[in-house]
C-alpha cells in the first residue's frame, strides 16, 4: 500500500530524514513514536507530497508520489489526513467543512456531497452538529470533524500526526476512540503520536525514529516489551512512568 | 546644449526654492495642527472613556468631523467665521480646522489606548492607593501610549498628507506652490515629484519605523 | 452678527446636489471594486514574488499611502498631460482614487493573509484541493472577514476622498456644491447642506455594512 525506499529529506542544511525504507502493506496500522524533533511528522508530510524530498521514492497504491509526472492532488485524494492542530474551516458549516472537498474535488453534485459528509460525521458521532460552526466545538470534536473530513474523501489510507498532542487531556478519549474504530474496519493508518498506550494496543507494528532514522521496528509487545536499541529503552523509560 | 536648456528654463533654481519655502510652511502647519490636536485628543479621549453619556454625546459630535470631508470644513468654516466676526487668515483658518480634525481622530485613539490598560488594571493602581491622576500618568500613560502609538502616528501622517488641502484657502503650502509653478511652466511631472518625494520621504520612514515597532511590542 | 442666512436656493438646487450626490457614490463604488481587485493583487504580489514585479507593487503601494490622495489626483490630472494624455474629470477622480484605495487595500489584505494559519493551506491541500481552490473556497473567505471592517472604513474614505474631485474640475457632490456656491454667493448655505449630505452618506454605508456583516458573518 505505502512502500517508502531510501527517502532522504533535508531543509536547507539540515538532514531530517536520513534513508527511511518502510513498507506498510493493507490494512496494517502503523505507530510511530519517537522524541520530538526525530523526523517523524515529516515522514507523513513527504508521504502527502506536502514537503518535497531530496531522494529516494515514496509509492502509495501504486503511484510515485514525487515523480514529477504525478499529479497531487489525485494523490492526496486517496489519502486523508489529520494534523495536530484541528484546521477545520472557520467560515464552514460543519457540514460543509465536511461536504467541501467531496464537492469540488471529487465532483460530486452538491446531494451526494452532503450525503456523504453526513455519513461521516455519524460515523465519528458528530451527528448533532451538522449545522453548527467549529467555534461552538470543543477542540476535541473539531478533531473528529478533521478525521470525517479527510473519510468523506473515501481514502484508501489516512495519516495521522500527532492528533491528540494539542487537545486537553480529557479529549484525548474521544478522538482515540475514533481513530480505534477506523482500525477495526481495516482503515491503513499511520499514526505519529506520543500516545504509548494507543500504540501499544492498536498497532499492527510500532516504528522507533530516532535522529531521522528508523532505529528499530516492530510488533508492539516486542518492541514495548524488549527493546533492543538503547535509545528506545531510553525513550521508553523517560516517557513511561 | 543650449536648445535644452532654454527648454527647460521654465523651472529653474528660484523655483525651487519656492517649493522649499512652501514645503517649510506644510511643515508649519502640519506641525501645530498635530501637536496642538493631539493634546487636545488625548483630554478629550479620557472624556470619552469616563462615561456612557460622554461618549454617545461627545462621540457624535467629533463623529461629524470624520464624517465630512475635510475639504468641506475647511470651506464651511472659512467662510462661516466672518459671520461671526471672525477675520483669519488662510493659515489661521486652516490651522483651527486642522487642529479640531486631528483632535478627532486622536480622541479615539486616546480612547482606544485608555481602554487598552483595561479596568482590573487601573483598579489594581488605584487599589494601591494612588489617586485618579497618578494612576492615569503612571499606569494608563505609558501602557496606553504603546498600545496606540503606531496608530497615532497614522494619524499624524495623514494630517500632514491632509494639510494639502488648506492650498483650498488660499494658504500657499506645498502643493499650492506646485499647483502655481505647474501652470507657469508647464513641467508638471517634475513638479509633482519634487513635491510627492518631498512627503514621501517624510511619510514612509516614519511610517515604517512605527510598523517595526509595532512588530516588536507586539512580540 | 448681521449676516442673513439664505437657504431657499439651496432647497431649490437640491434635486440637483442630490444628484450629484449619486455621481460621489457611482465614482466611490467604483474606485472600491477596481481597488478591490487591484489591491488583492498587489498584495498577493508583495507576499508570493520576488523581482521586478515585486518591486512594482511596493513602490505603488508605499506612494498611495505616503503621498497626499490629492498630488496623486494631479498627477492623473496634470502629469500625464506631459505624455499627452488627458483624462475627463470623471476619470482623473476614478483613476486617482483607485491608485490610491488599491495602496491601502493591499495593505489590509495583506495583514488579511497573514492572519491565516499555514495549516489552513495544508489542511486545505491534502484533502486533494489545488492552490486556486484552497485560496478561492478557504483562503479569500477568511481573509475577507478579516478585512471587512477595514474596507469599510476605506470605502468611507473613497466618498470622502472624491469630494477632491472639485479641484479637478469634476461636478460631483462637491464640485455641484462648488459650482452653485460661486453662482449664487451663499457658499457658507450651500456647503453646509453639502457637509450634511455627506455625513448622511456615510453613515446609510456605515449602517449598510454593519447589516451585510451581520448576514455574512454567521461564524
Known amino acids: ?241 | 546644449m543650449e536648445s535644452a536648456s532654454t527648454y527647460f528654463s521654465g523651472f529653474n533654481i528660484n523655483d525651487l526654492l519656492y517649493l522649499g519655502e512652501a514645503a517649510l510652511r506644510t511643515l508649519w502647519i502640519s506641525f501645530w495642527a498635530i501637536s496642538i490636536g493631539s493634546f487636545i485628543g488625548i483630554f478629550l479621549g479620557l472624556a470619552l472613556s469616563i462615561s456612557r453619556v460622554i461618549a454617545y454625546t461627545l462621540g457624535a459630535v467629533l463623529d461629524v468631523f470624520r464624517s465630512v470631508p475635510l475639504i468641506i470644513q475647511l470651506v464651511l468654516f472659512f467662510n462661516f467665521a466672518p459671520i461671526i466676526g471672525l477675520r483669519l487668515n488662510p493659515f489661521e483658518a486652516g490651522l483651527i480646522v486642522l487642529i479640531v480634525y486631528t483632535s478627532a481622530y486622536v480622541a479615539n485613539v486616546a480612547r482606544g489606548g485608555i481602554e487598552a490598560v483595561g479596568d482590573p488594571m487601573r483598579r489594581a493602581a488605584r487599589s494601591l492607593g494612588m489617586t485618579y491622576w497618578q494612576d492615569l500618568r503612571y499606569v494608563v500613560w505609558p501602557i496606553g501610549l504603546r498600545a496606540v502609538f503606531p496608530a497615532w502616528v497614522g494619524v499624524a501622517l495623514g494630517v500632514l498628507k491632509d494639510s494639502a488641502l488648506v492650498s483650498i484657502l488660499g494658504y500657499i503650502e506645498l502643493l499650492k506652490a506646485s499647483q502655481i509653478l505647474m501652470t507657469r511652466t508647464q513641467e508638471a511631472i517634475l513638479i509633482l515629484s519634487i513635491a510627492g518625494a518631498f512627503y514621501f520621504a517624510l511619510s514612509y520612514p516614519i511610517s515604517y519605523y512605527a510598523t517595526r515597532l509595532e512588530q516588536r511590542w507586539s512580540e | 452678527m448681521d449676516y442673513n442666512f439664505h437657504w431657499r436656493p439651496v432647497f431649490k438646487s437640491l434635486p440637483d446636489l442630490l444628484e450629484s450626490a449619486l455621481l460621489t457614490l457611482e465614482v466611490a463604488i467604483l474606485s472600491m471594486i477596481l481597488g478591490i481587485l487591484f489591491g488583492l493583487a498587489l498584495s498577493l504580489i508583495r507576499i508570493k514574488m520576488t523581482g521586478p514585479l515585486k518591486w512594482f507593487a511596493v513602490s505603488w503601494i508605499e506612494l498611495a499611502r505616503n503621498t497626499p490622495a490629492l498630488l496623486q489626483l494631479f498627477f492623473f490630472g496634470f502629469g500625464l498631460g506631459a505624455f499627452g494624455i488627458h483624462f475627463s474629470p470623471f476619470l482623473i477622480v476614478l483613476l486617482g482614487l483607485t491608485f490610491n484605495n488599491s495602496g491601502y487595500l493591499a495593505e489590509n489584505f495583506r495583514g488579511g493573509f497573514n492572519s491565516i494559519p499555514e495549516t489552513q493551506i495544508r489542511a486545505s491541500l491534502s484533502l486533494g484541493m489545488n492552490s486556486f481552490q484552497t485560496y478561492t473556497r478557504i483562503i479569500i473567505p477568511q481573509v475577507l472577514r478579516v478585512v471587512y471592517h477595514p474596507m469599510t472604513n476605506q470605502m468611507v474614505w473613497a466618498v470622502l476622498m472624491s469630494s477632491l474631485g472639485m479641484l479637478v474640475g469634476f461636478r460631483e457632490l462637491s464640485g455641484e456644491t462648488q459650482f452653485f456656491a460661486s453662482k449664487t454667493y451663499r457658499i457658507f448655505e450651500y456647503f453646509a447642506a453639502t457637509a450634511i449630505i455627506y455625513y448622511v452618506i456615510v453613515k446609510i454605508i456605515l449602517g449598510l455594512s454593519r447589516l451585510m456583516a451581520s448576514r455574512l458573518f454567521k461564524y
Not at chain 1, 511528522?41 to 507530497?49: A, P, Q, V
Not at chain 1, 473530513?149 to 495521522?160: Q, S, V
Not at chain 1, 474504530?181 to 499514526?191: F, K, S, Y
Open chain 1, 1 to 241: 500500500m505505502i512502500k517508502i525506499t531510501n527517502l532522504h529529506k533535508q531543509y536547507g542544511e539540515l538532514e531530517v530524514l536520513k534513508g527511511i525504507d518502510l513498507d506498510v502493506p493493507k490494512g496494517e496500522v502503523l505507530s510511530v513514536i519517537g522524541s520530538s524533533g526525530s523526523g517523524k511528522s515529516t515522514l507523513l508530510y513527504c508521504i502527502n507530497g506536502l514537503e518535497p524530498i531530496q531522494k529516494g521514492q515514496i509509492i502509495v497504491d501504486d503511484i510515485d508520489v514525487h515523480a514529477s509526472d504525478t499529479n497531487l492532488n489525485s494523490v492526496r485524494q486517496n489519502m486523508g489526513m489529520v494534523f495536530q492542530q484541528w484546521n477545520s474551516f472557520p467560515h464552514l458549516t460543519v457540514l460543509e467543512n465536511v461536504a467541501l472537498a467531496p464537492k469540488i474535488v471529487s465532483k460530486l453534485s452538491k446531494k451526494e456531497a452532503l450525503e456523504v459528509a453526513e455519513k461521516q460525521l455519524l460515523h465519528v458521532g458528530l451527528g448533532d452538529k451538522l449545522t453548527q460552526y467549529p467555534s461552538a466545538l470543543s477542540g476535541g470534536q473539531q478533531q473528529r470533524l478533521a478525521i470525517a473530513r479527510a473519510l468523506a474523501m473515501e481514502p484508501k489510507c489516512m495519516l495521522f500526526d500527532e492528533a491528540t498532542s494539542a487537545l486537553d487531556p480529557e479529549l484525548v478519549g474521544e478522538v482515540l476512540d475514533t481513530i480505534r474504530l477506523l482500525a477495526d474496519e481495516g482503515m491503513t493508518m499511520i499514526c505519529v503520536t506520543h500516545e504509548m498506550g494507543f500504540a501499544r494496543e492498536v498497532s499492527d507494528r510500532v516504528a522507533f525514529f530516532h535522529e531521522g532514522k528508523i532505529e528499530e521496528i516492530n510488533q508492539p509487545e516486542e518492541l514495548f516489551g524488549s527493546a533492543k536499541s538503547k535509545y528506545l529503552q531510553k525513550f521508553l523509560s523517560k516517557v513511561k512512568t
